[in-house]
């Protein structure tokens, strides 16, 4: 897709209902903000500290530096980490046991302060907080806190609030900054200075000049929940309305001139403003405007019977931008907004005015948004893997306004443009009519989308299941290909052969592989076979062995090693031709993969590679061999003994040799003896013996018998040298592209042959010379020979 959405920052231009619903949402807000403060009296805070005793106010220095003395370096988090790292946090903690408040006192004050903080914060009315001490810290000069998030400690926290103490300083300041809107607050020598703000904010503290800061800091955590209140009436109906229009319209095209025909969106998915984390995402703990529209959502779905939700989403998006010699001077740099290895000056309150600075982002090339985890209405968290379409999808703040919590920059490589990545983690809320959640909830787990239809054929409503089957239709391929788990095939399969319908049938499970069809739902083929006949599943078993389907060839291999058999036998069993039919169509087809898997090998593979490419196809021949027997495929065996007793240079001896010494391991000598493999045997025993008969090679012949399949002129010659006896070392003048493709020559056929460039002339000249390899290689394959031999020998009588 090519835009997050396209609501429009001038929001009287209105285009579609998605930017309806959107400009609605955006009149829809809370009062407050996403940080305040305050300055409060000082007169009921009595402080002490072990070590220091009673704290007074104003702190005078010589105070600060006795805190000073009981402290230690204070921690940062990283991830699920707790470090020590003055490059990010250079600041004195001192531990909330050793900091004694008289709270009877303290509350007189800290009470009333609350409210007007949640007030502030823009928190639902009737939602109470509470100031649960953390820490004190001391900012000595030169010290400060790099930008950074606070972490939610319990799933009920929303915020931090930092009381700042009466003290002299300069510098220091605190920068609390969301969506683009930034406070800045300094501390008094004679008030308290309460800072509260949400814990997504991003803040940091300025490096002190002069003087010290002494803060409290406390978590800010709701006390009792209070779900947020709606918008009036008129902009609840107002938003009821978009929302409707917006469900009964089709979607637009994607690019112009696109004449295809789009149905109405499943869902609206609205990314909330402000960040949350699972445990913290809830509805009565949403964030100033995010709780009034999200009450107001919940009030329209009840309207229009709507499911809702709230989730958890990854963004992410490609920009184009500017190259104006940015942070990236490295193709493909990443920089990620928690990296360790920061410079020390980027640490300290930003890059410096001649360091990187970020590229200017100038259009967003593409997006794409996922739900990830879905908190139902039970109040339990579920596992959502759900692509959300552009069409879906609406906002009032863009993610380019938000903080990534991972960039990656790509510089100019050929053609390709100067691109910047963003990566982001958002919440939103989902909603969708009643009507259509079979579709939804199928889209995100095939695996339930199929166990309804299930329910309803054993509820015995076929009508049920056909219609529900139907709906899977048109997204079914997309959404199966993203499942591997077997579980989802079988239960097709059951489905599948319960259908009335062929098409919606065939539709179900065209998305699926052969190597799919293990053992445990080979025999629900016969199921398919029984409803639908023979030509419906060979079609079926064509699309699924098809290029439409491709696989590693050695998941092929593999699965006609472990499930062919079982699945021939499950078709055999059955009473009828048909399944006999279909067990041996099935062994042709795989016969004819096998001998097109053999052509790629000698043709494609590495020479020195191609003998244990071709020895890893014994199994599987030999499990054609063995299901072949209860098939109306007479002639089937008679070809692959063709194949295995063929002469030439087309099929390696150990091919056969393999099959043999396979069916003497694993098979019983009555079942062996039913698949007239004696021609086999025999053939192996001609070869071998052959070999083994052969003169030993004489000391003074350095022939090298090798047969290289390039017919190049500079592999002619290779040859020659090659298979003259007499001939050990070869000087060859050569340019560089001629000498790198004899070099490559002689690695892929692994010859024991030494190739070196002697660097002078022109051009260089290339040194052949064989090694003694040839003759060690020769007397170790010999030996394997007369090992072989004895072994055809004395398993004569078995085949």
């Known amino acids: 897709m090519k835009s997050l959405t396209q609501i429009p920052r001038k929001i009287e231009r209105v285009k579609s209902p998605l930017q309806e619903v959107g400009l609605q949402l955006a009149k829809i807000g809370s009062s407050g903000s996403f940080a305040t403060r305050l300055a409060v009296a000082a007169e009921n805070l009595h402080l002490e500290v072990q070590g220091v005793g009673r704290i007074r106010f104003p702190i005078t220095p010589s105070t600060a530096r006795r805190l000073c003395a009981v402290a230690r370096p204070a921690r940062h988090g990283f991830k699920d980490e707790t470090r020590l790292d003055p490059r990010v946090r250079d600041t004195w903690e001192i531990a909330k046991s050793r900091v004694s408040i008289d709270q009877s006192r303290w509350l007189n004050t800290l009470s009333p302060e609350l409210d007007r903080i949640c007030r502030g914060l823009g928190l639902p009315q009737g939602n109470r907080l509470k100031a649960e001490f953390h820490n004190l810290l001391v900012y000595a000069p030169g010290q400060f806190f790099a930008p950074h998030q606070d972490s939610e400690k319990t799933d009920d926290m929303i915020g931090t609030l930092v009381v700042s103490l009466p003290s002299r300083f300069t510098g220091g300041a605190m920068s609390i900054e969301h969506h683009g809107a930034k406070m800045r607050v300094g501390g008094s020598d004679k008030n308290l200075t309460f800072i509260a703000f949400y814990a997504d904010c991003?803040?940091?503290?300025?490096?002190?000049?002069?003087?010290?800061?002494?803060?409290?800091?406390?978590?800010?955590?709701?006390?009792?929940?209070?779900?947020?209140?709606?918008a009036p009436t008129a902009s609840i109906n107002r938003l009821t309305d978009a929302v409707r229009e917006f469900f009964a319209t089709s979607a637009q095209a994607r690019w112009c001139g696109d004449q295809s025909t789009r149905s109405p969106p499943d869902r609206l998915v609205y990314l909330l403003d402000h960040e949350y984390t699972q445990r913290g995402l809830q509805w009565n703990r949403l964030k100033n405007s995010d709780a009034q529209r999200g009450a107001s959502l919940r009030e329209v779905a009840r309207k229009l019977d709507c499911e809702i939700f709230l989730a958890l989403a990854d963004v992410h998006e490609t920009w184009s931008c500017e190259d104006e010699n940015s942070a990236y001077s490295d193709y493909g740099q990443r920089n990620c907004g928690d990296d360790e290895d920061r410079d020390a000056d980027e640490l300290e309150g930003g890059a410096s005015p001649d360091g990187p600075v970020d590229p200017e982002l100038t259009e967003l090339i593409d997006s794409d948004v996922e739900l990830r985890h879905g908190l139902g209405a039970g109040g339990q968290w579920e596992a959502v893997a759900a692509r959300v379409?552009?069409?879906?999808?609406?906002?009032?703040?863009?993610?380019?306004?938000?903080?990534?919590?991972?960039?990656e920059h790509e510089g100019y490589t050929g053609n390709a443009g100067n691109t910047v990545e963003h990566w982001y983690h958002r919440a939103a809320v989902v909603l969708w009519p009643r009507e259509r959640t079979f579709v939804i909830r199928a889209k995100a787990s095939p695996r339930c989308g199929i166990g309804e239809v299930t329910k309803a054929l054993r509820a015995r409503n076929p009508a049920a299941a056909n219609g529900m089957a139907q709906r899977l239709v048109p997204f079914w391929a997309n959404a199966a290909r993203r499942t591997d788990k077997p579980s989802l095939f079988d239960a097709t399969l059951k489905v599948a052969a319960k259908l009335s319908d062929p098409s919606v049938a065939a539709a179900l499970l065209r998305p699926f592989r052969l190597t799919a069809l293990n053992p445990k739902a080979a025999p629900r083929l016969a199921d398919l076979l029984d409803s639908y006949g023979f030509e419906w599943c060979r079609a079926l078993l064509q699309t699924w062995g098809s290029e439409e389907n491709p696989e590693p060839p050695q998941t092929r291999l593999e699965w006609m090693d472990s499930a062919l058999p079982v699945l021939c036998r499950a078709l055999c069993a059955s009473d009828s031709s048909a399944g006999r039919d279909l067990a041996g169509w099935i062994l042709s087809e795989q016969w004819a993969w096998l001998l097109e898997r053999s052509r790629q090998i000698r043709e494609h593979v590495s020479a020195k590679d191609v003998t244990r490419e071709m020895v890893s196809l014994c199994r599987p021949i030999l499990r054609i061999i063995e299901s072949a027997r209860p098939t109306p495929q007479p002639d089937l065996v008679n070809r692959v003994t063709a194949f295995l007793t063929a002469d030439g240079a087309e099929l390696p001896i150990q091919v056969p040799i393999g099959l043999l010494r396979n069916a003497k391991e694993h098979y019983a000598p009555t079942t062996r003896k039913t698949w007239r493999l004696v021609p086999v045997h025999t053939h192996c025993l001609q070869i071998v013996t052959a070999r083994v008969h052969e003169p030993t090679r004489a000391s003074t012949d350095w022939s090298i018998r090798t047969l290289i399949r390039c017919s190049c002129g500079l592999c002619k010659t290779l040859t020659q040298f090659l298979r003259a006896s007499d001939q050990v070392r070869c000087e060859w003048k050569l340019a560089k592209d001629n000498r790198a493709h004899v070099h490559r020559a002689i690695d892929a056929y692994d010859l024991p042959v030494t190739h070196t460039t002697r660097r002078t002339g022109s051009p260089f000249t290339l040194v052949l010379a064989k090694t003694a390899a040839l003759f060690e290689r020769d007397a170790a394959e010999r030996q394997r020979w007369q090992e072989e031999l004895q072994w055809l020998k004395k398993t004569t009588a078995d085949f």
Do not use: W
Request: charged letters at 25%; aromatic letters at 8%; glycine letters at 4%.
């Open 202 to 230: 991003h803040h940091e503290v300025d490096p002190i000049k002069q003087g010290y800061r002494i803060v409290l800091t406390y978590n800010l955590v709701l006390e009792n929940n209070a779900a947020g209140a709606m």
């Open 389 to 407: 379409d552009s069409a879906e999808l609406c906002y009032t703040r863009p993610s380019v306004d938000l903080e990534p919590f991972e960039s």
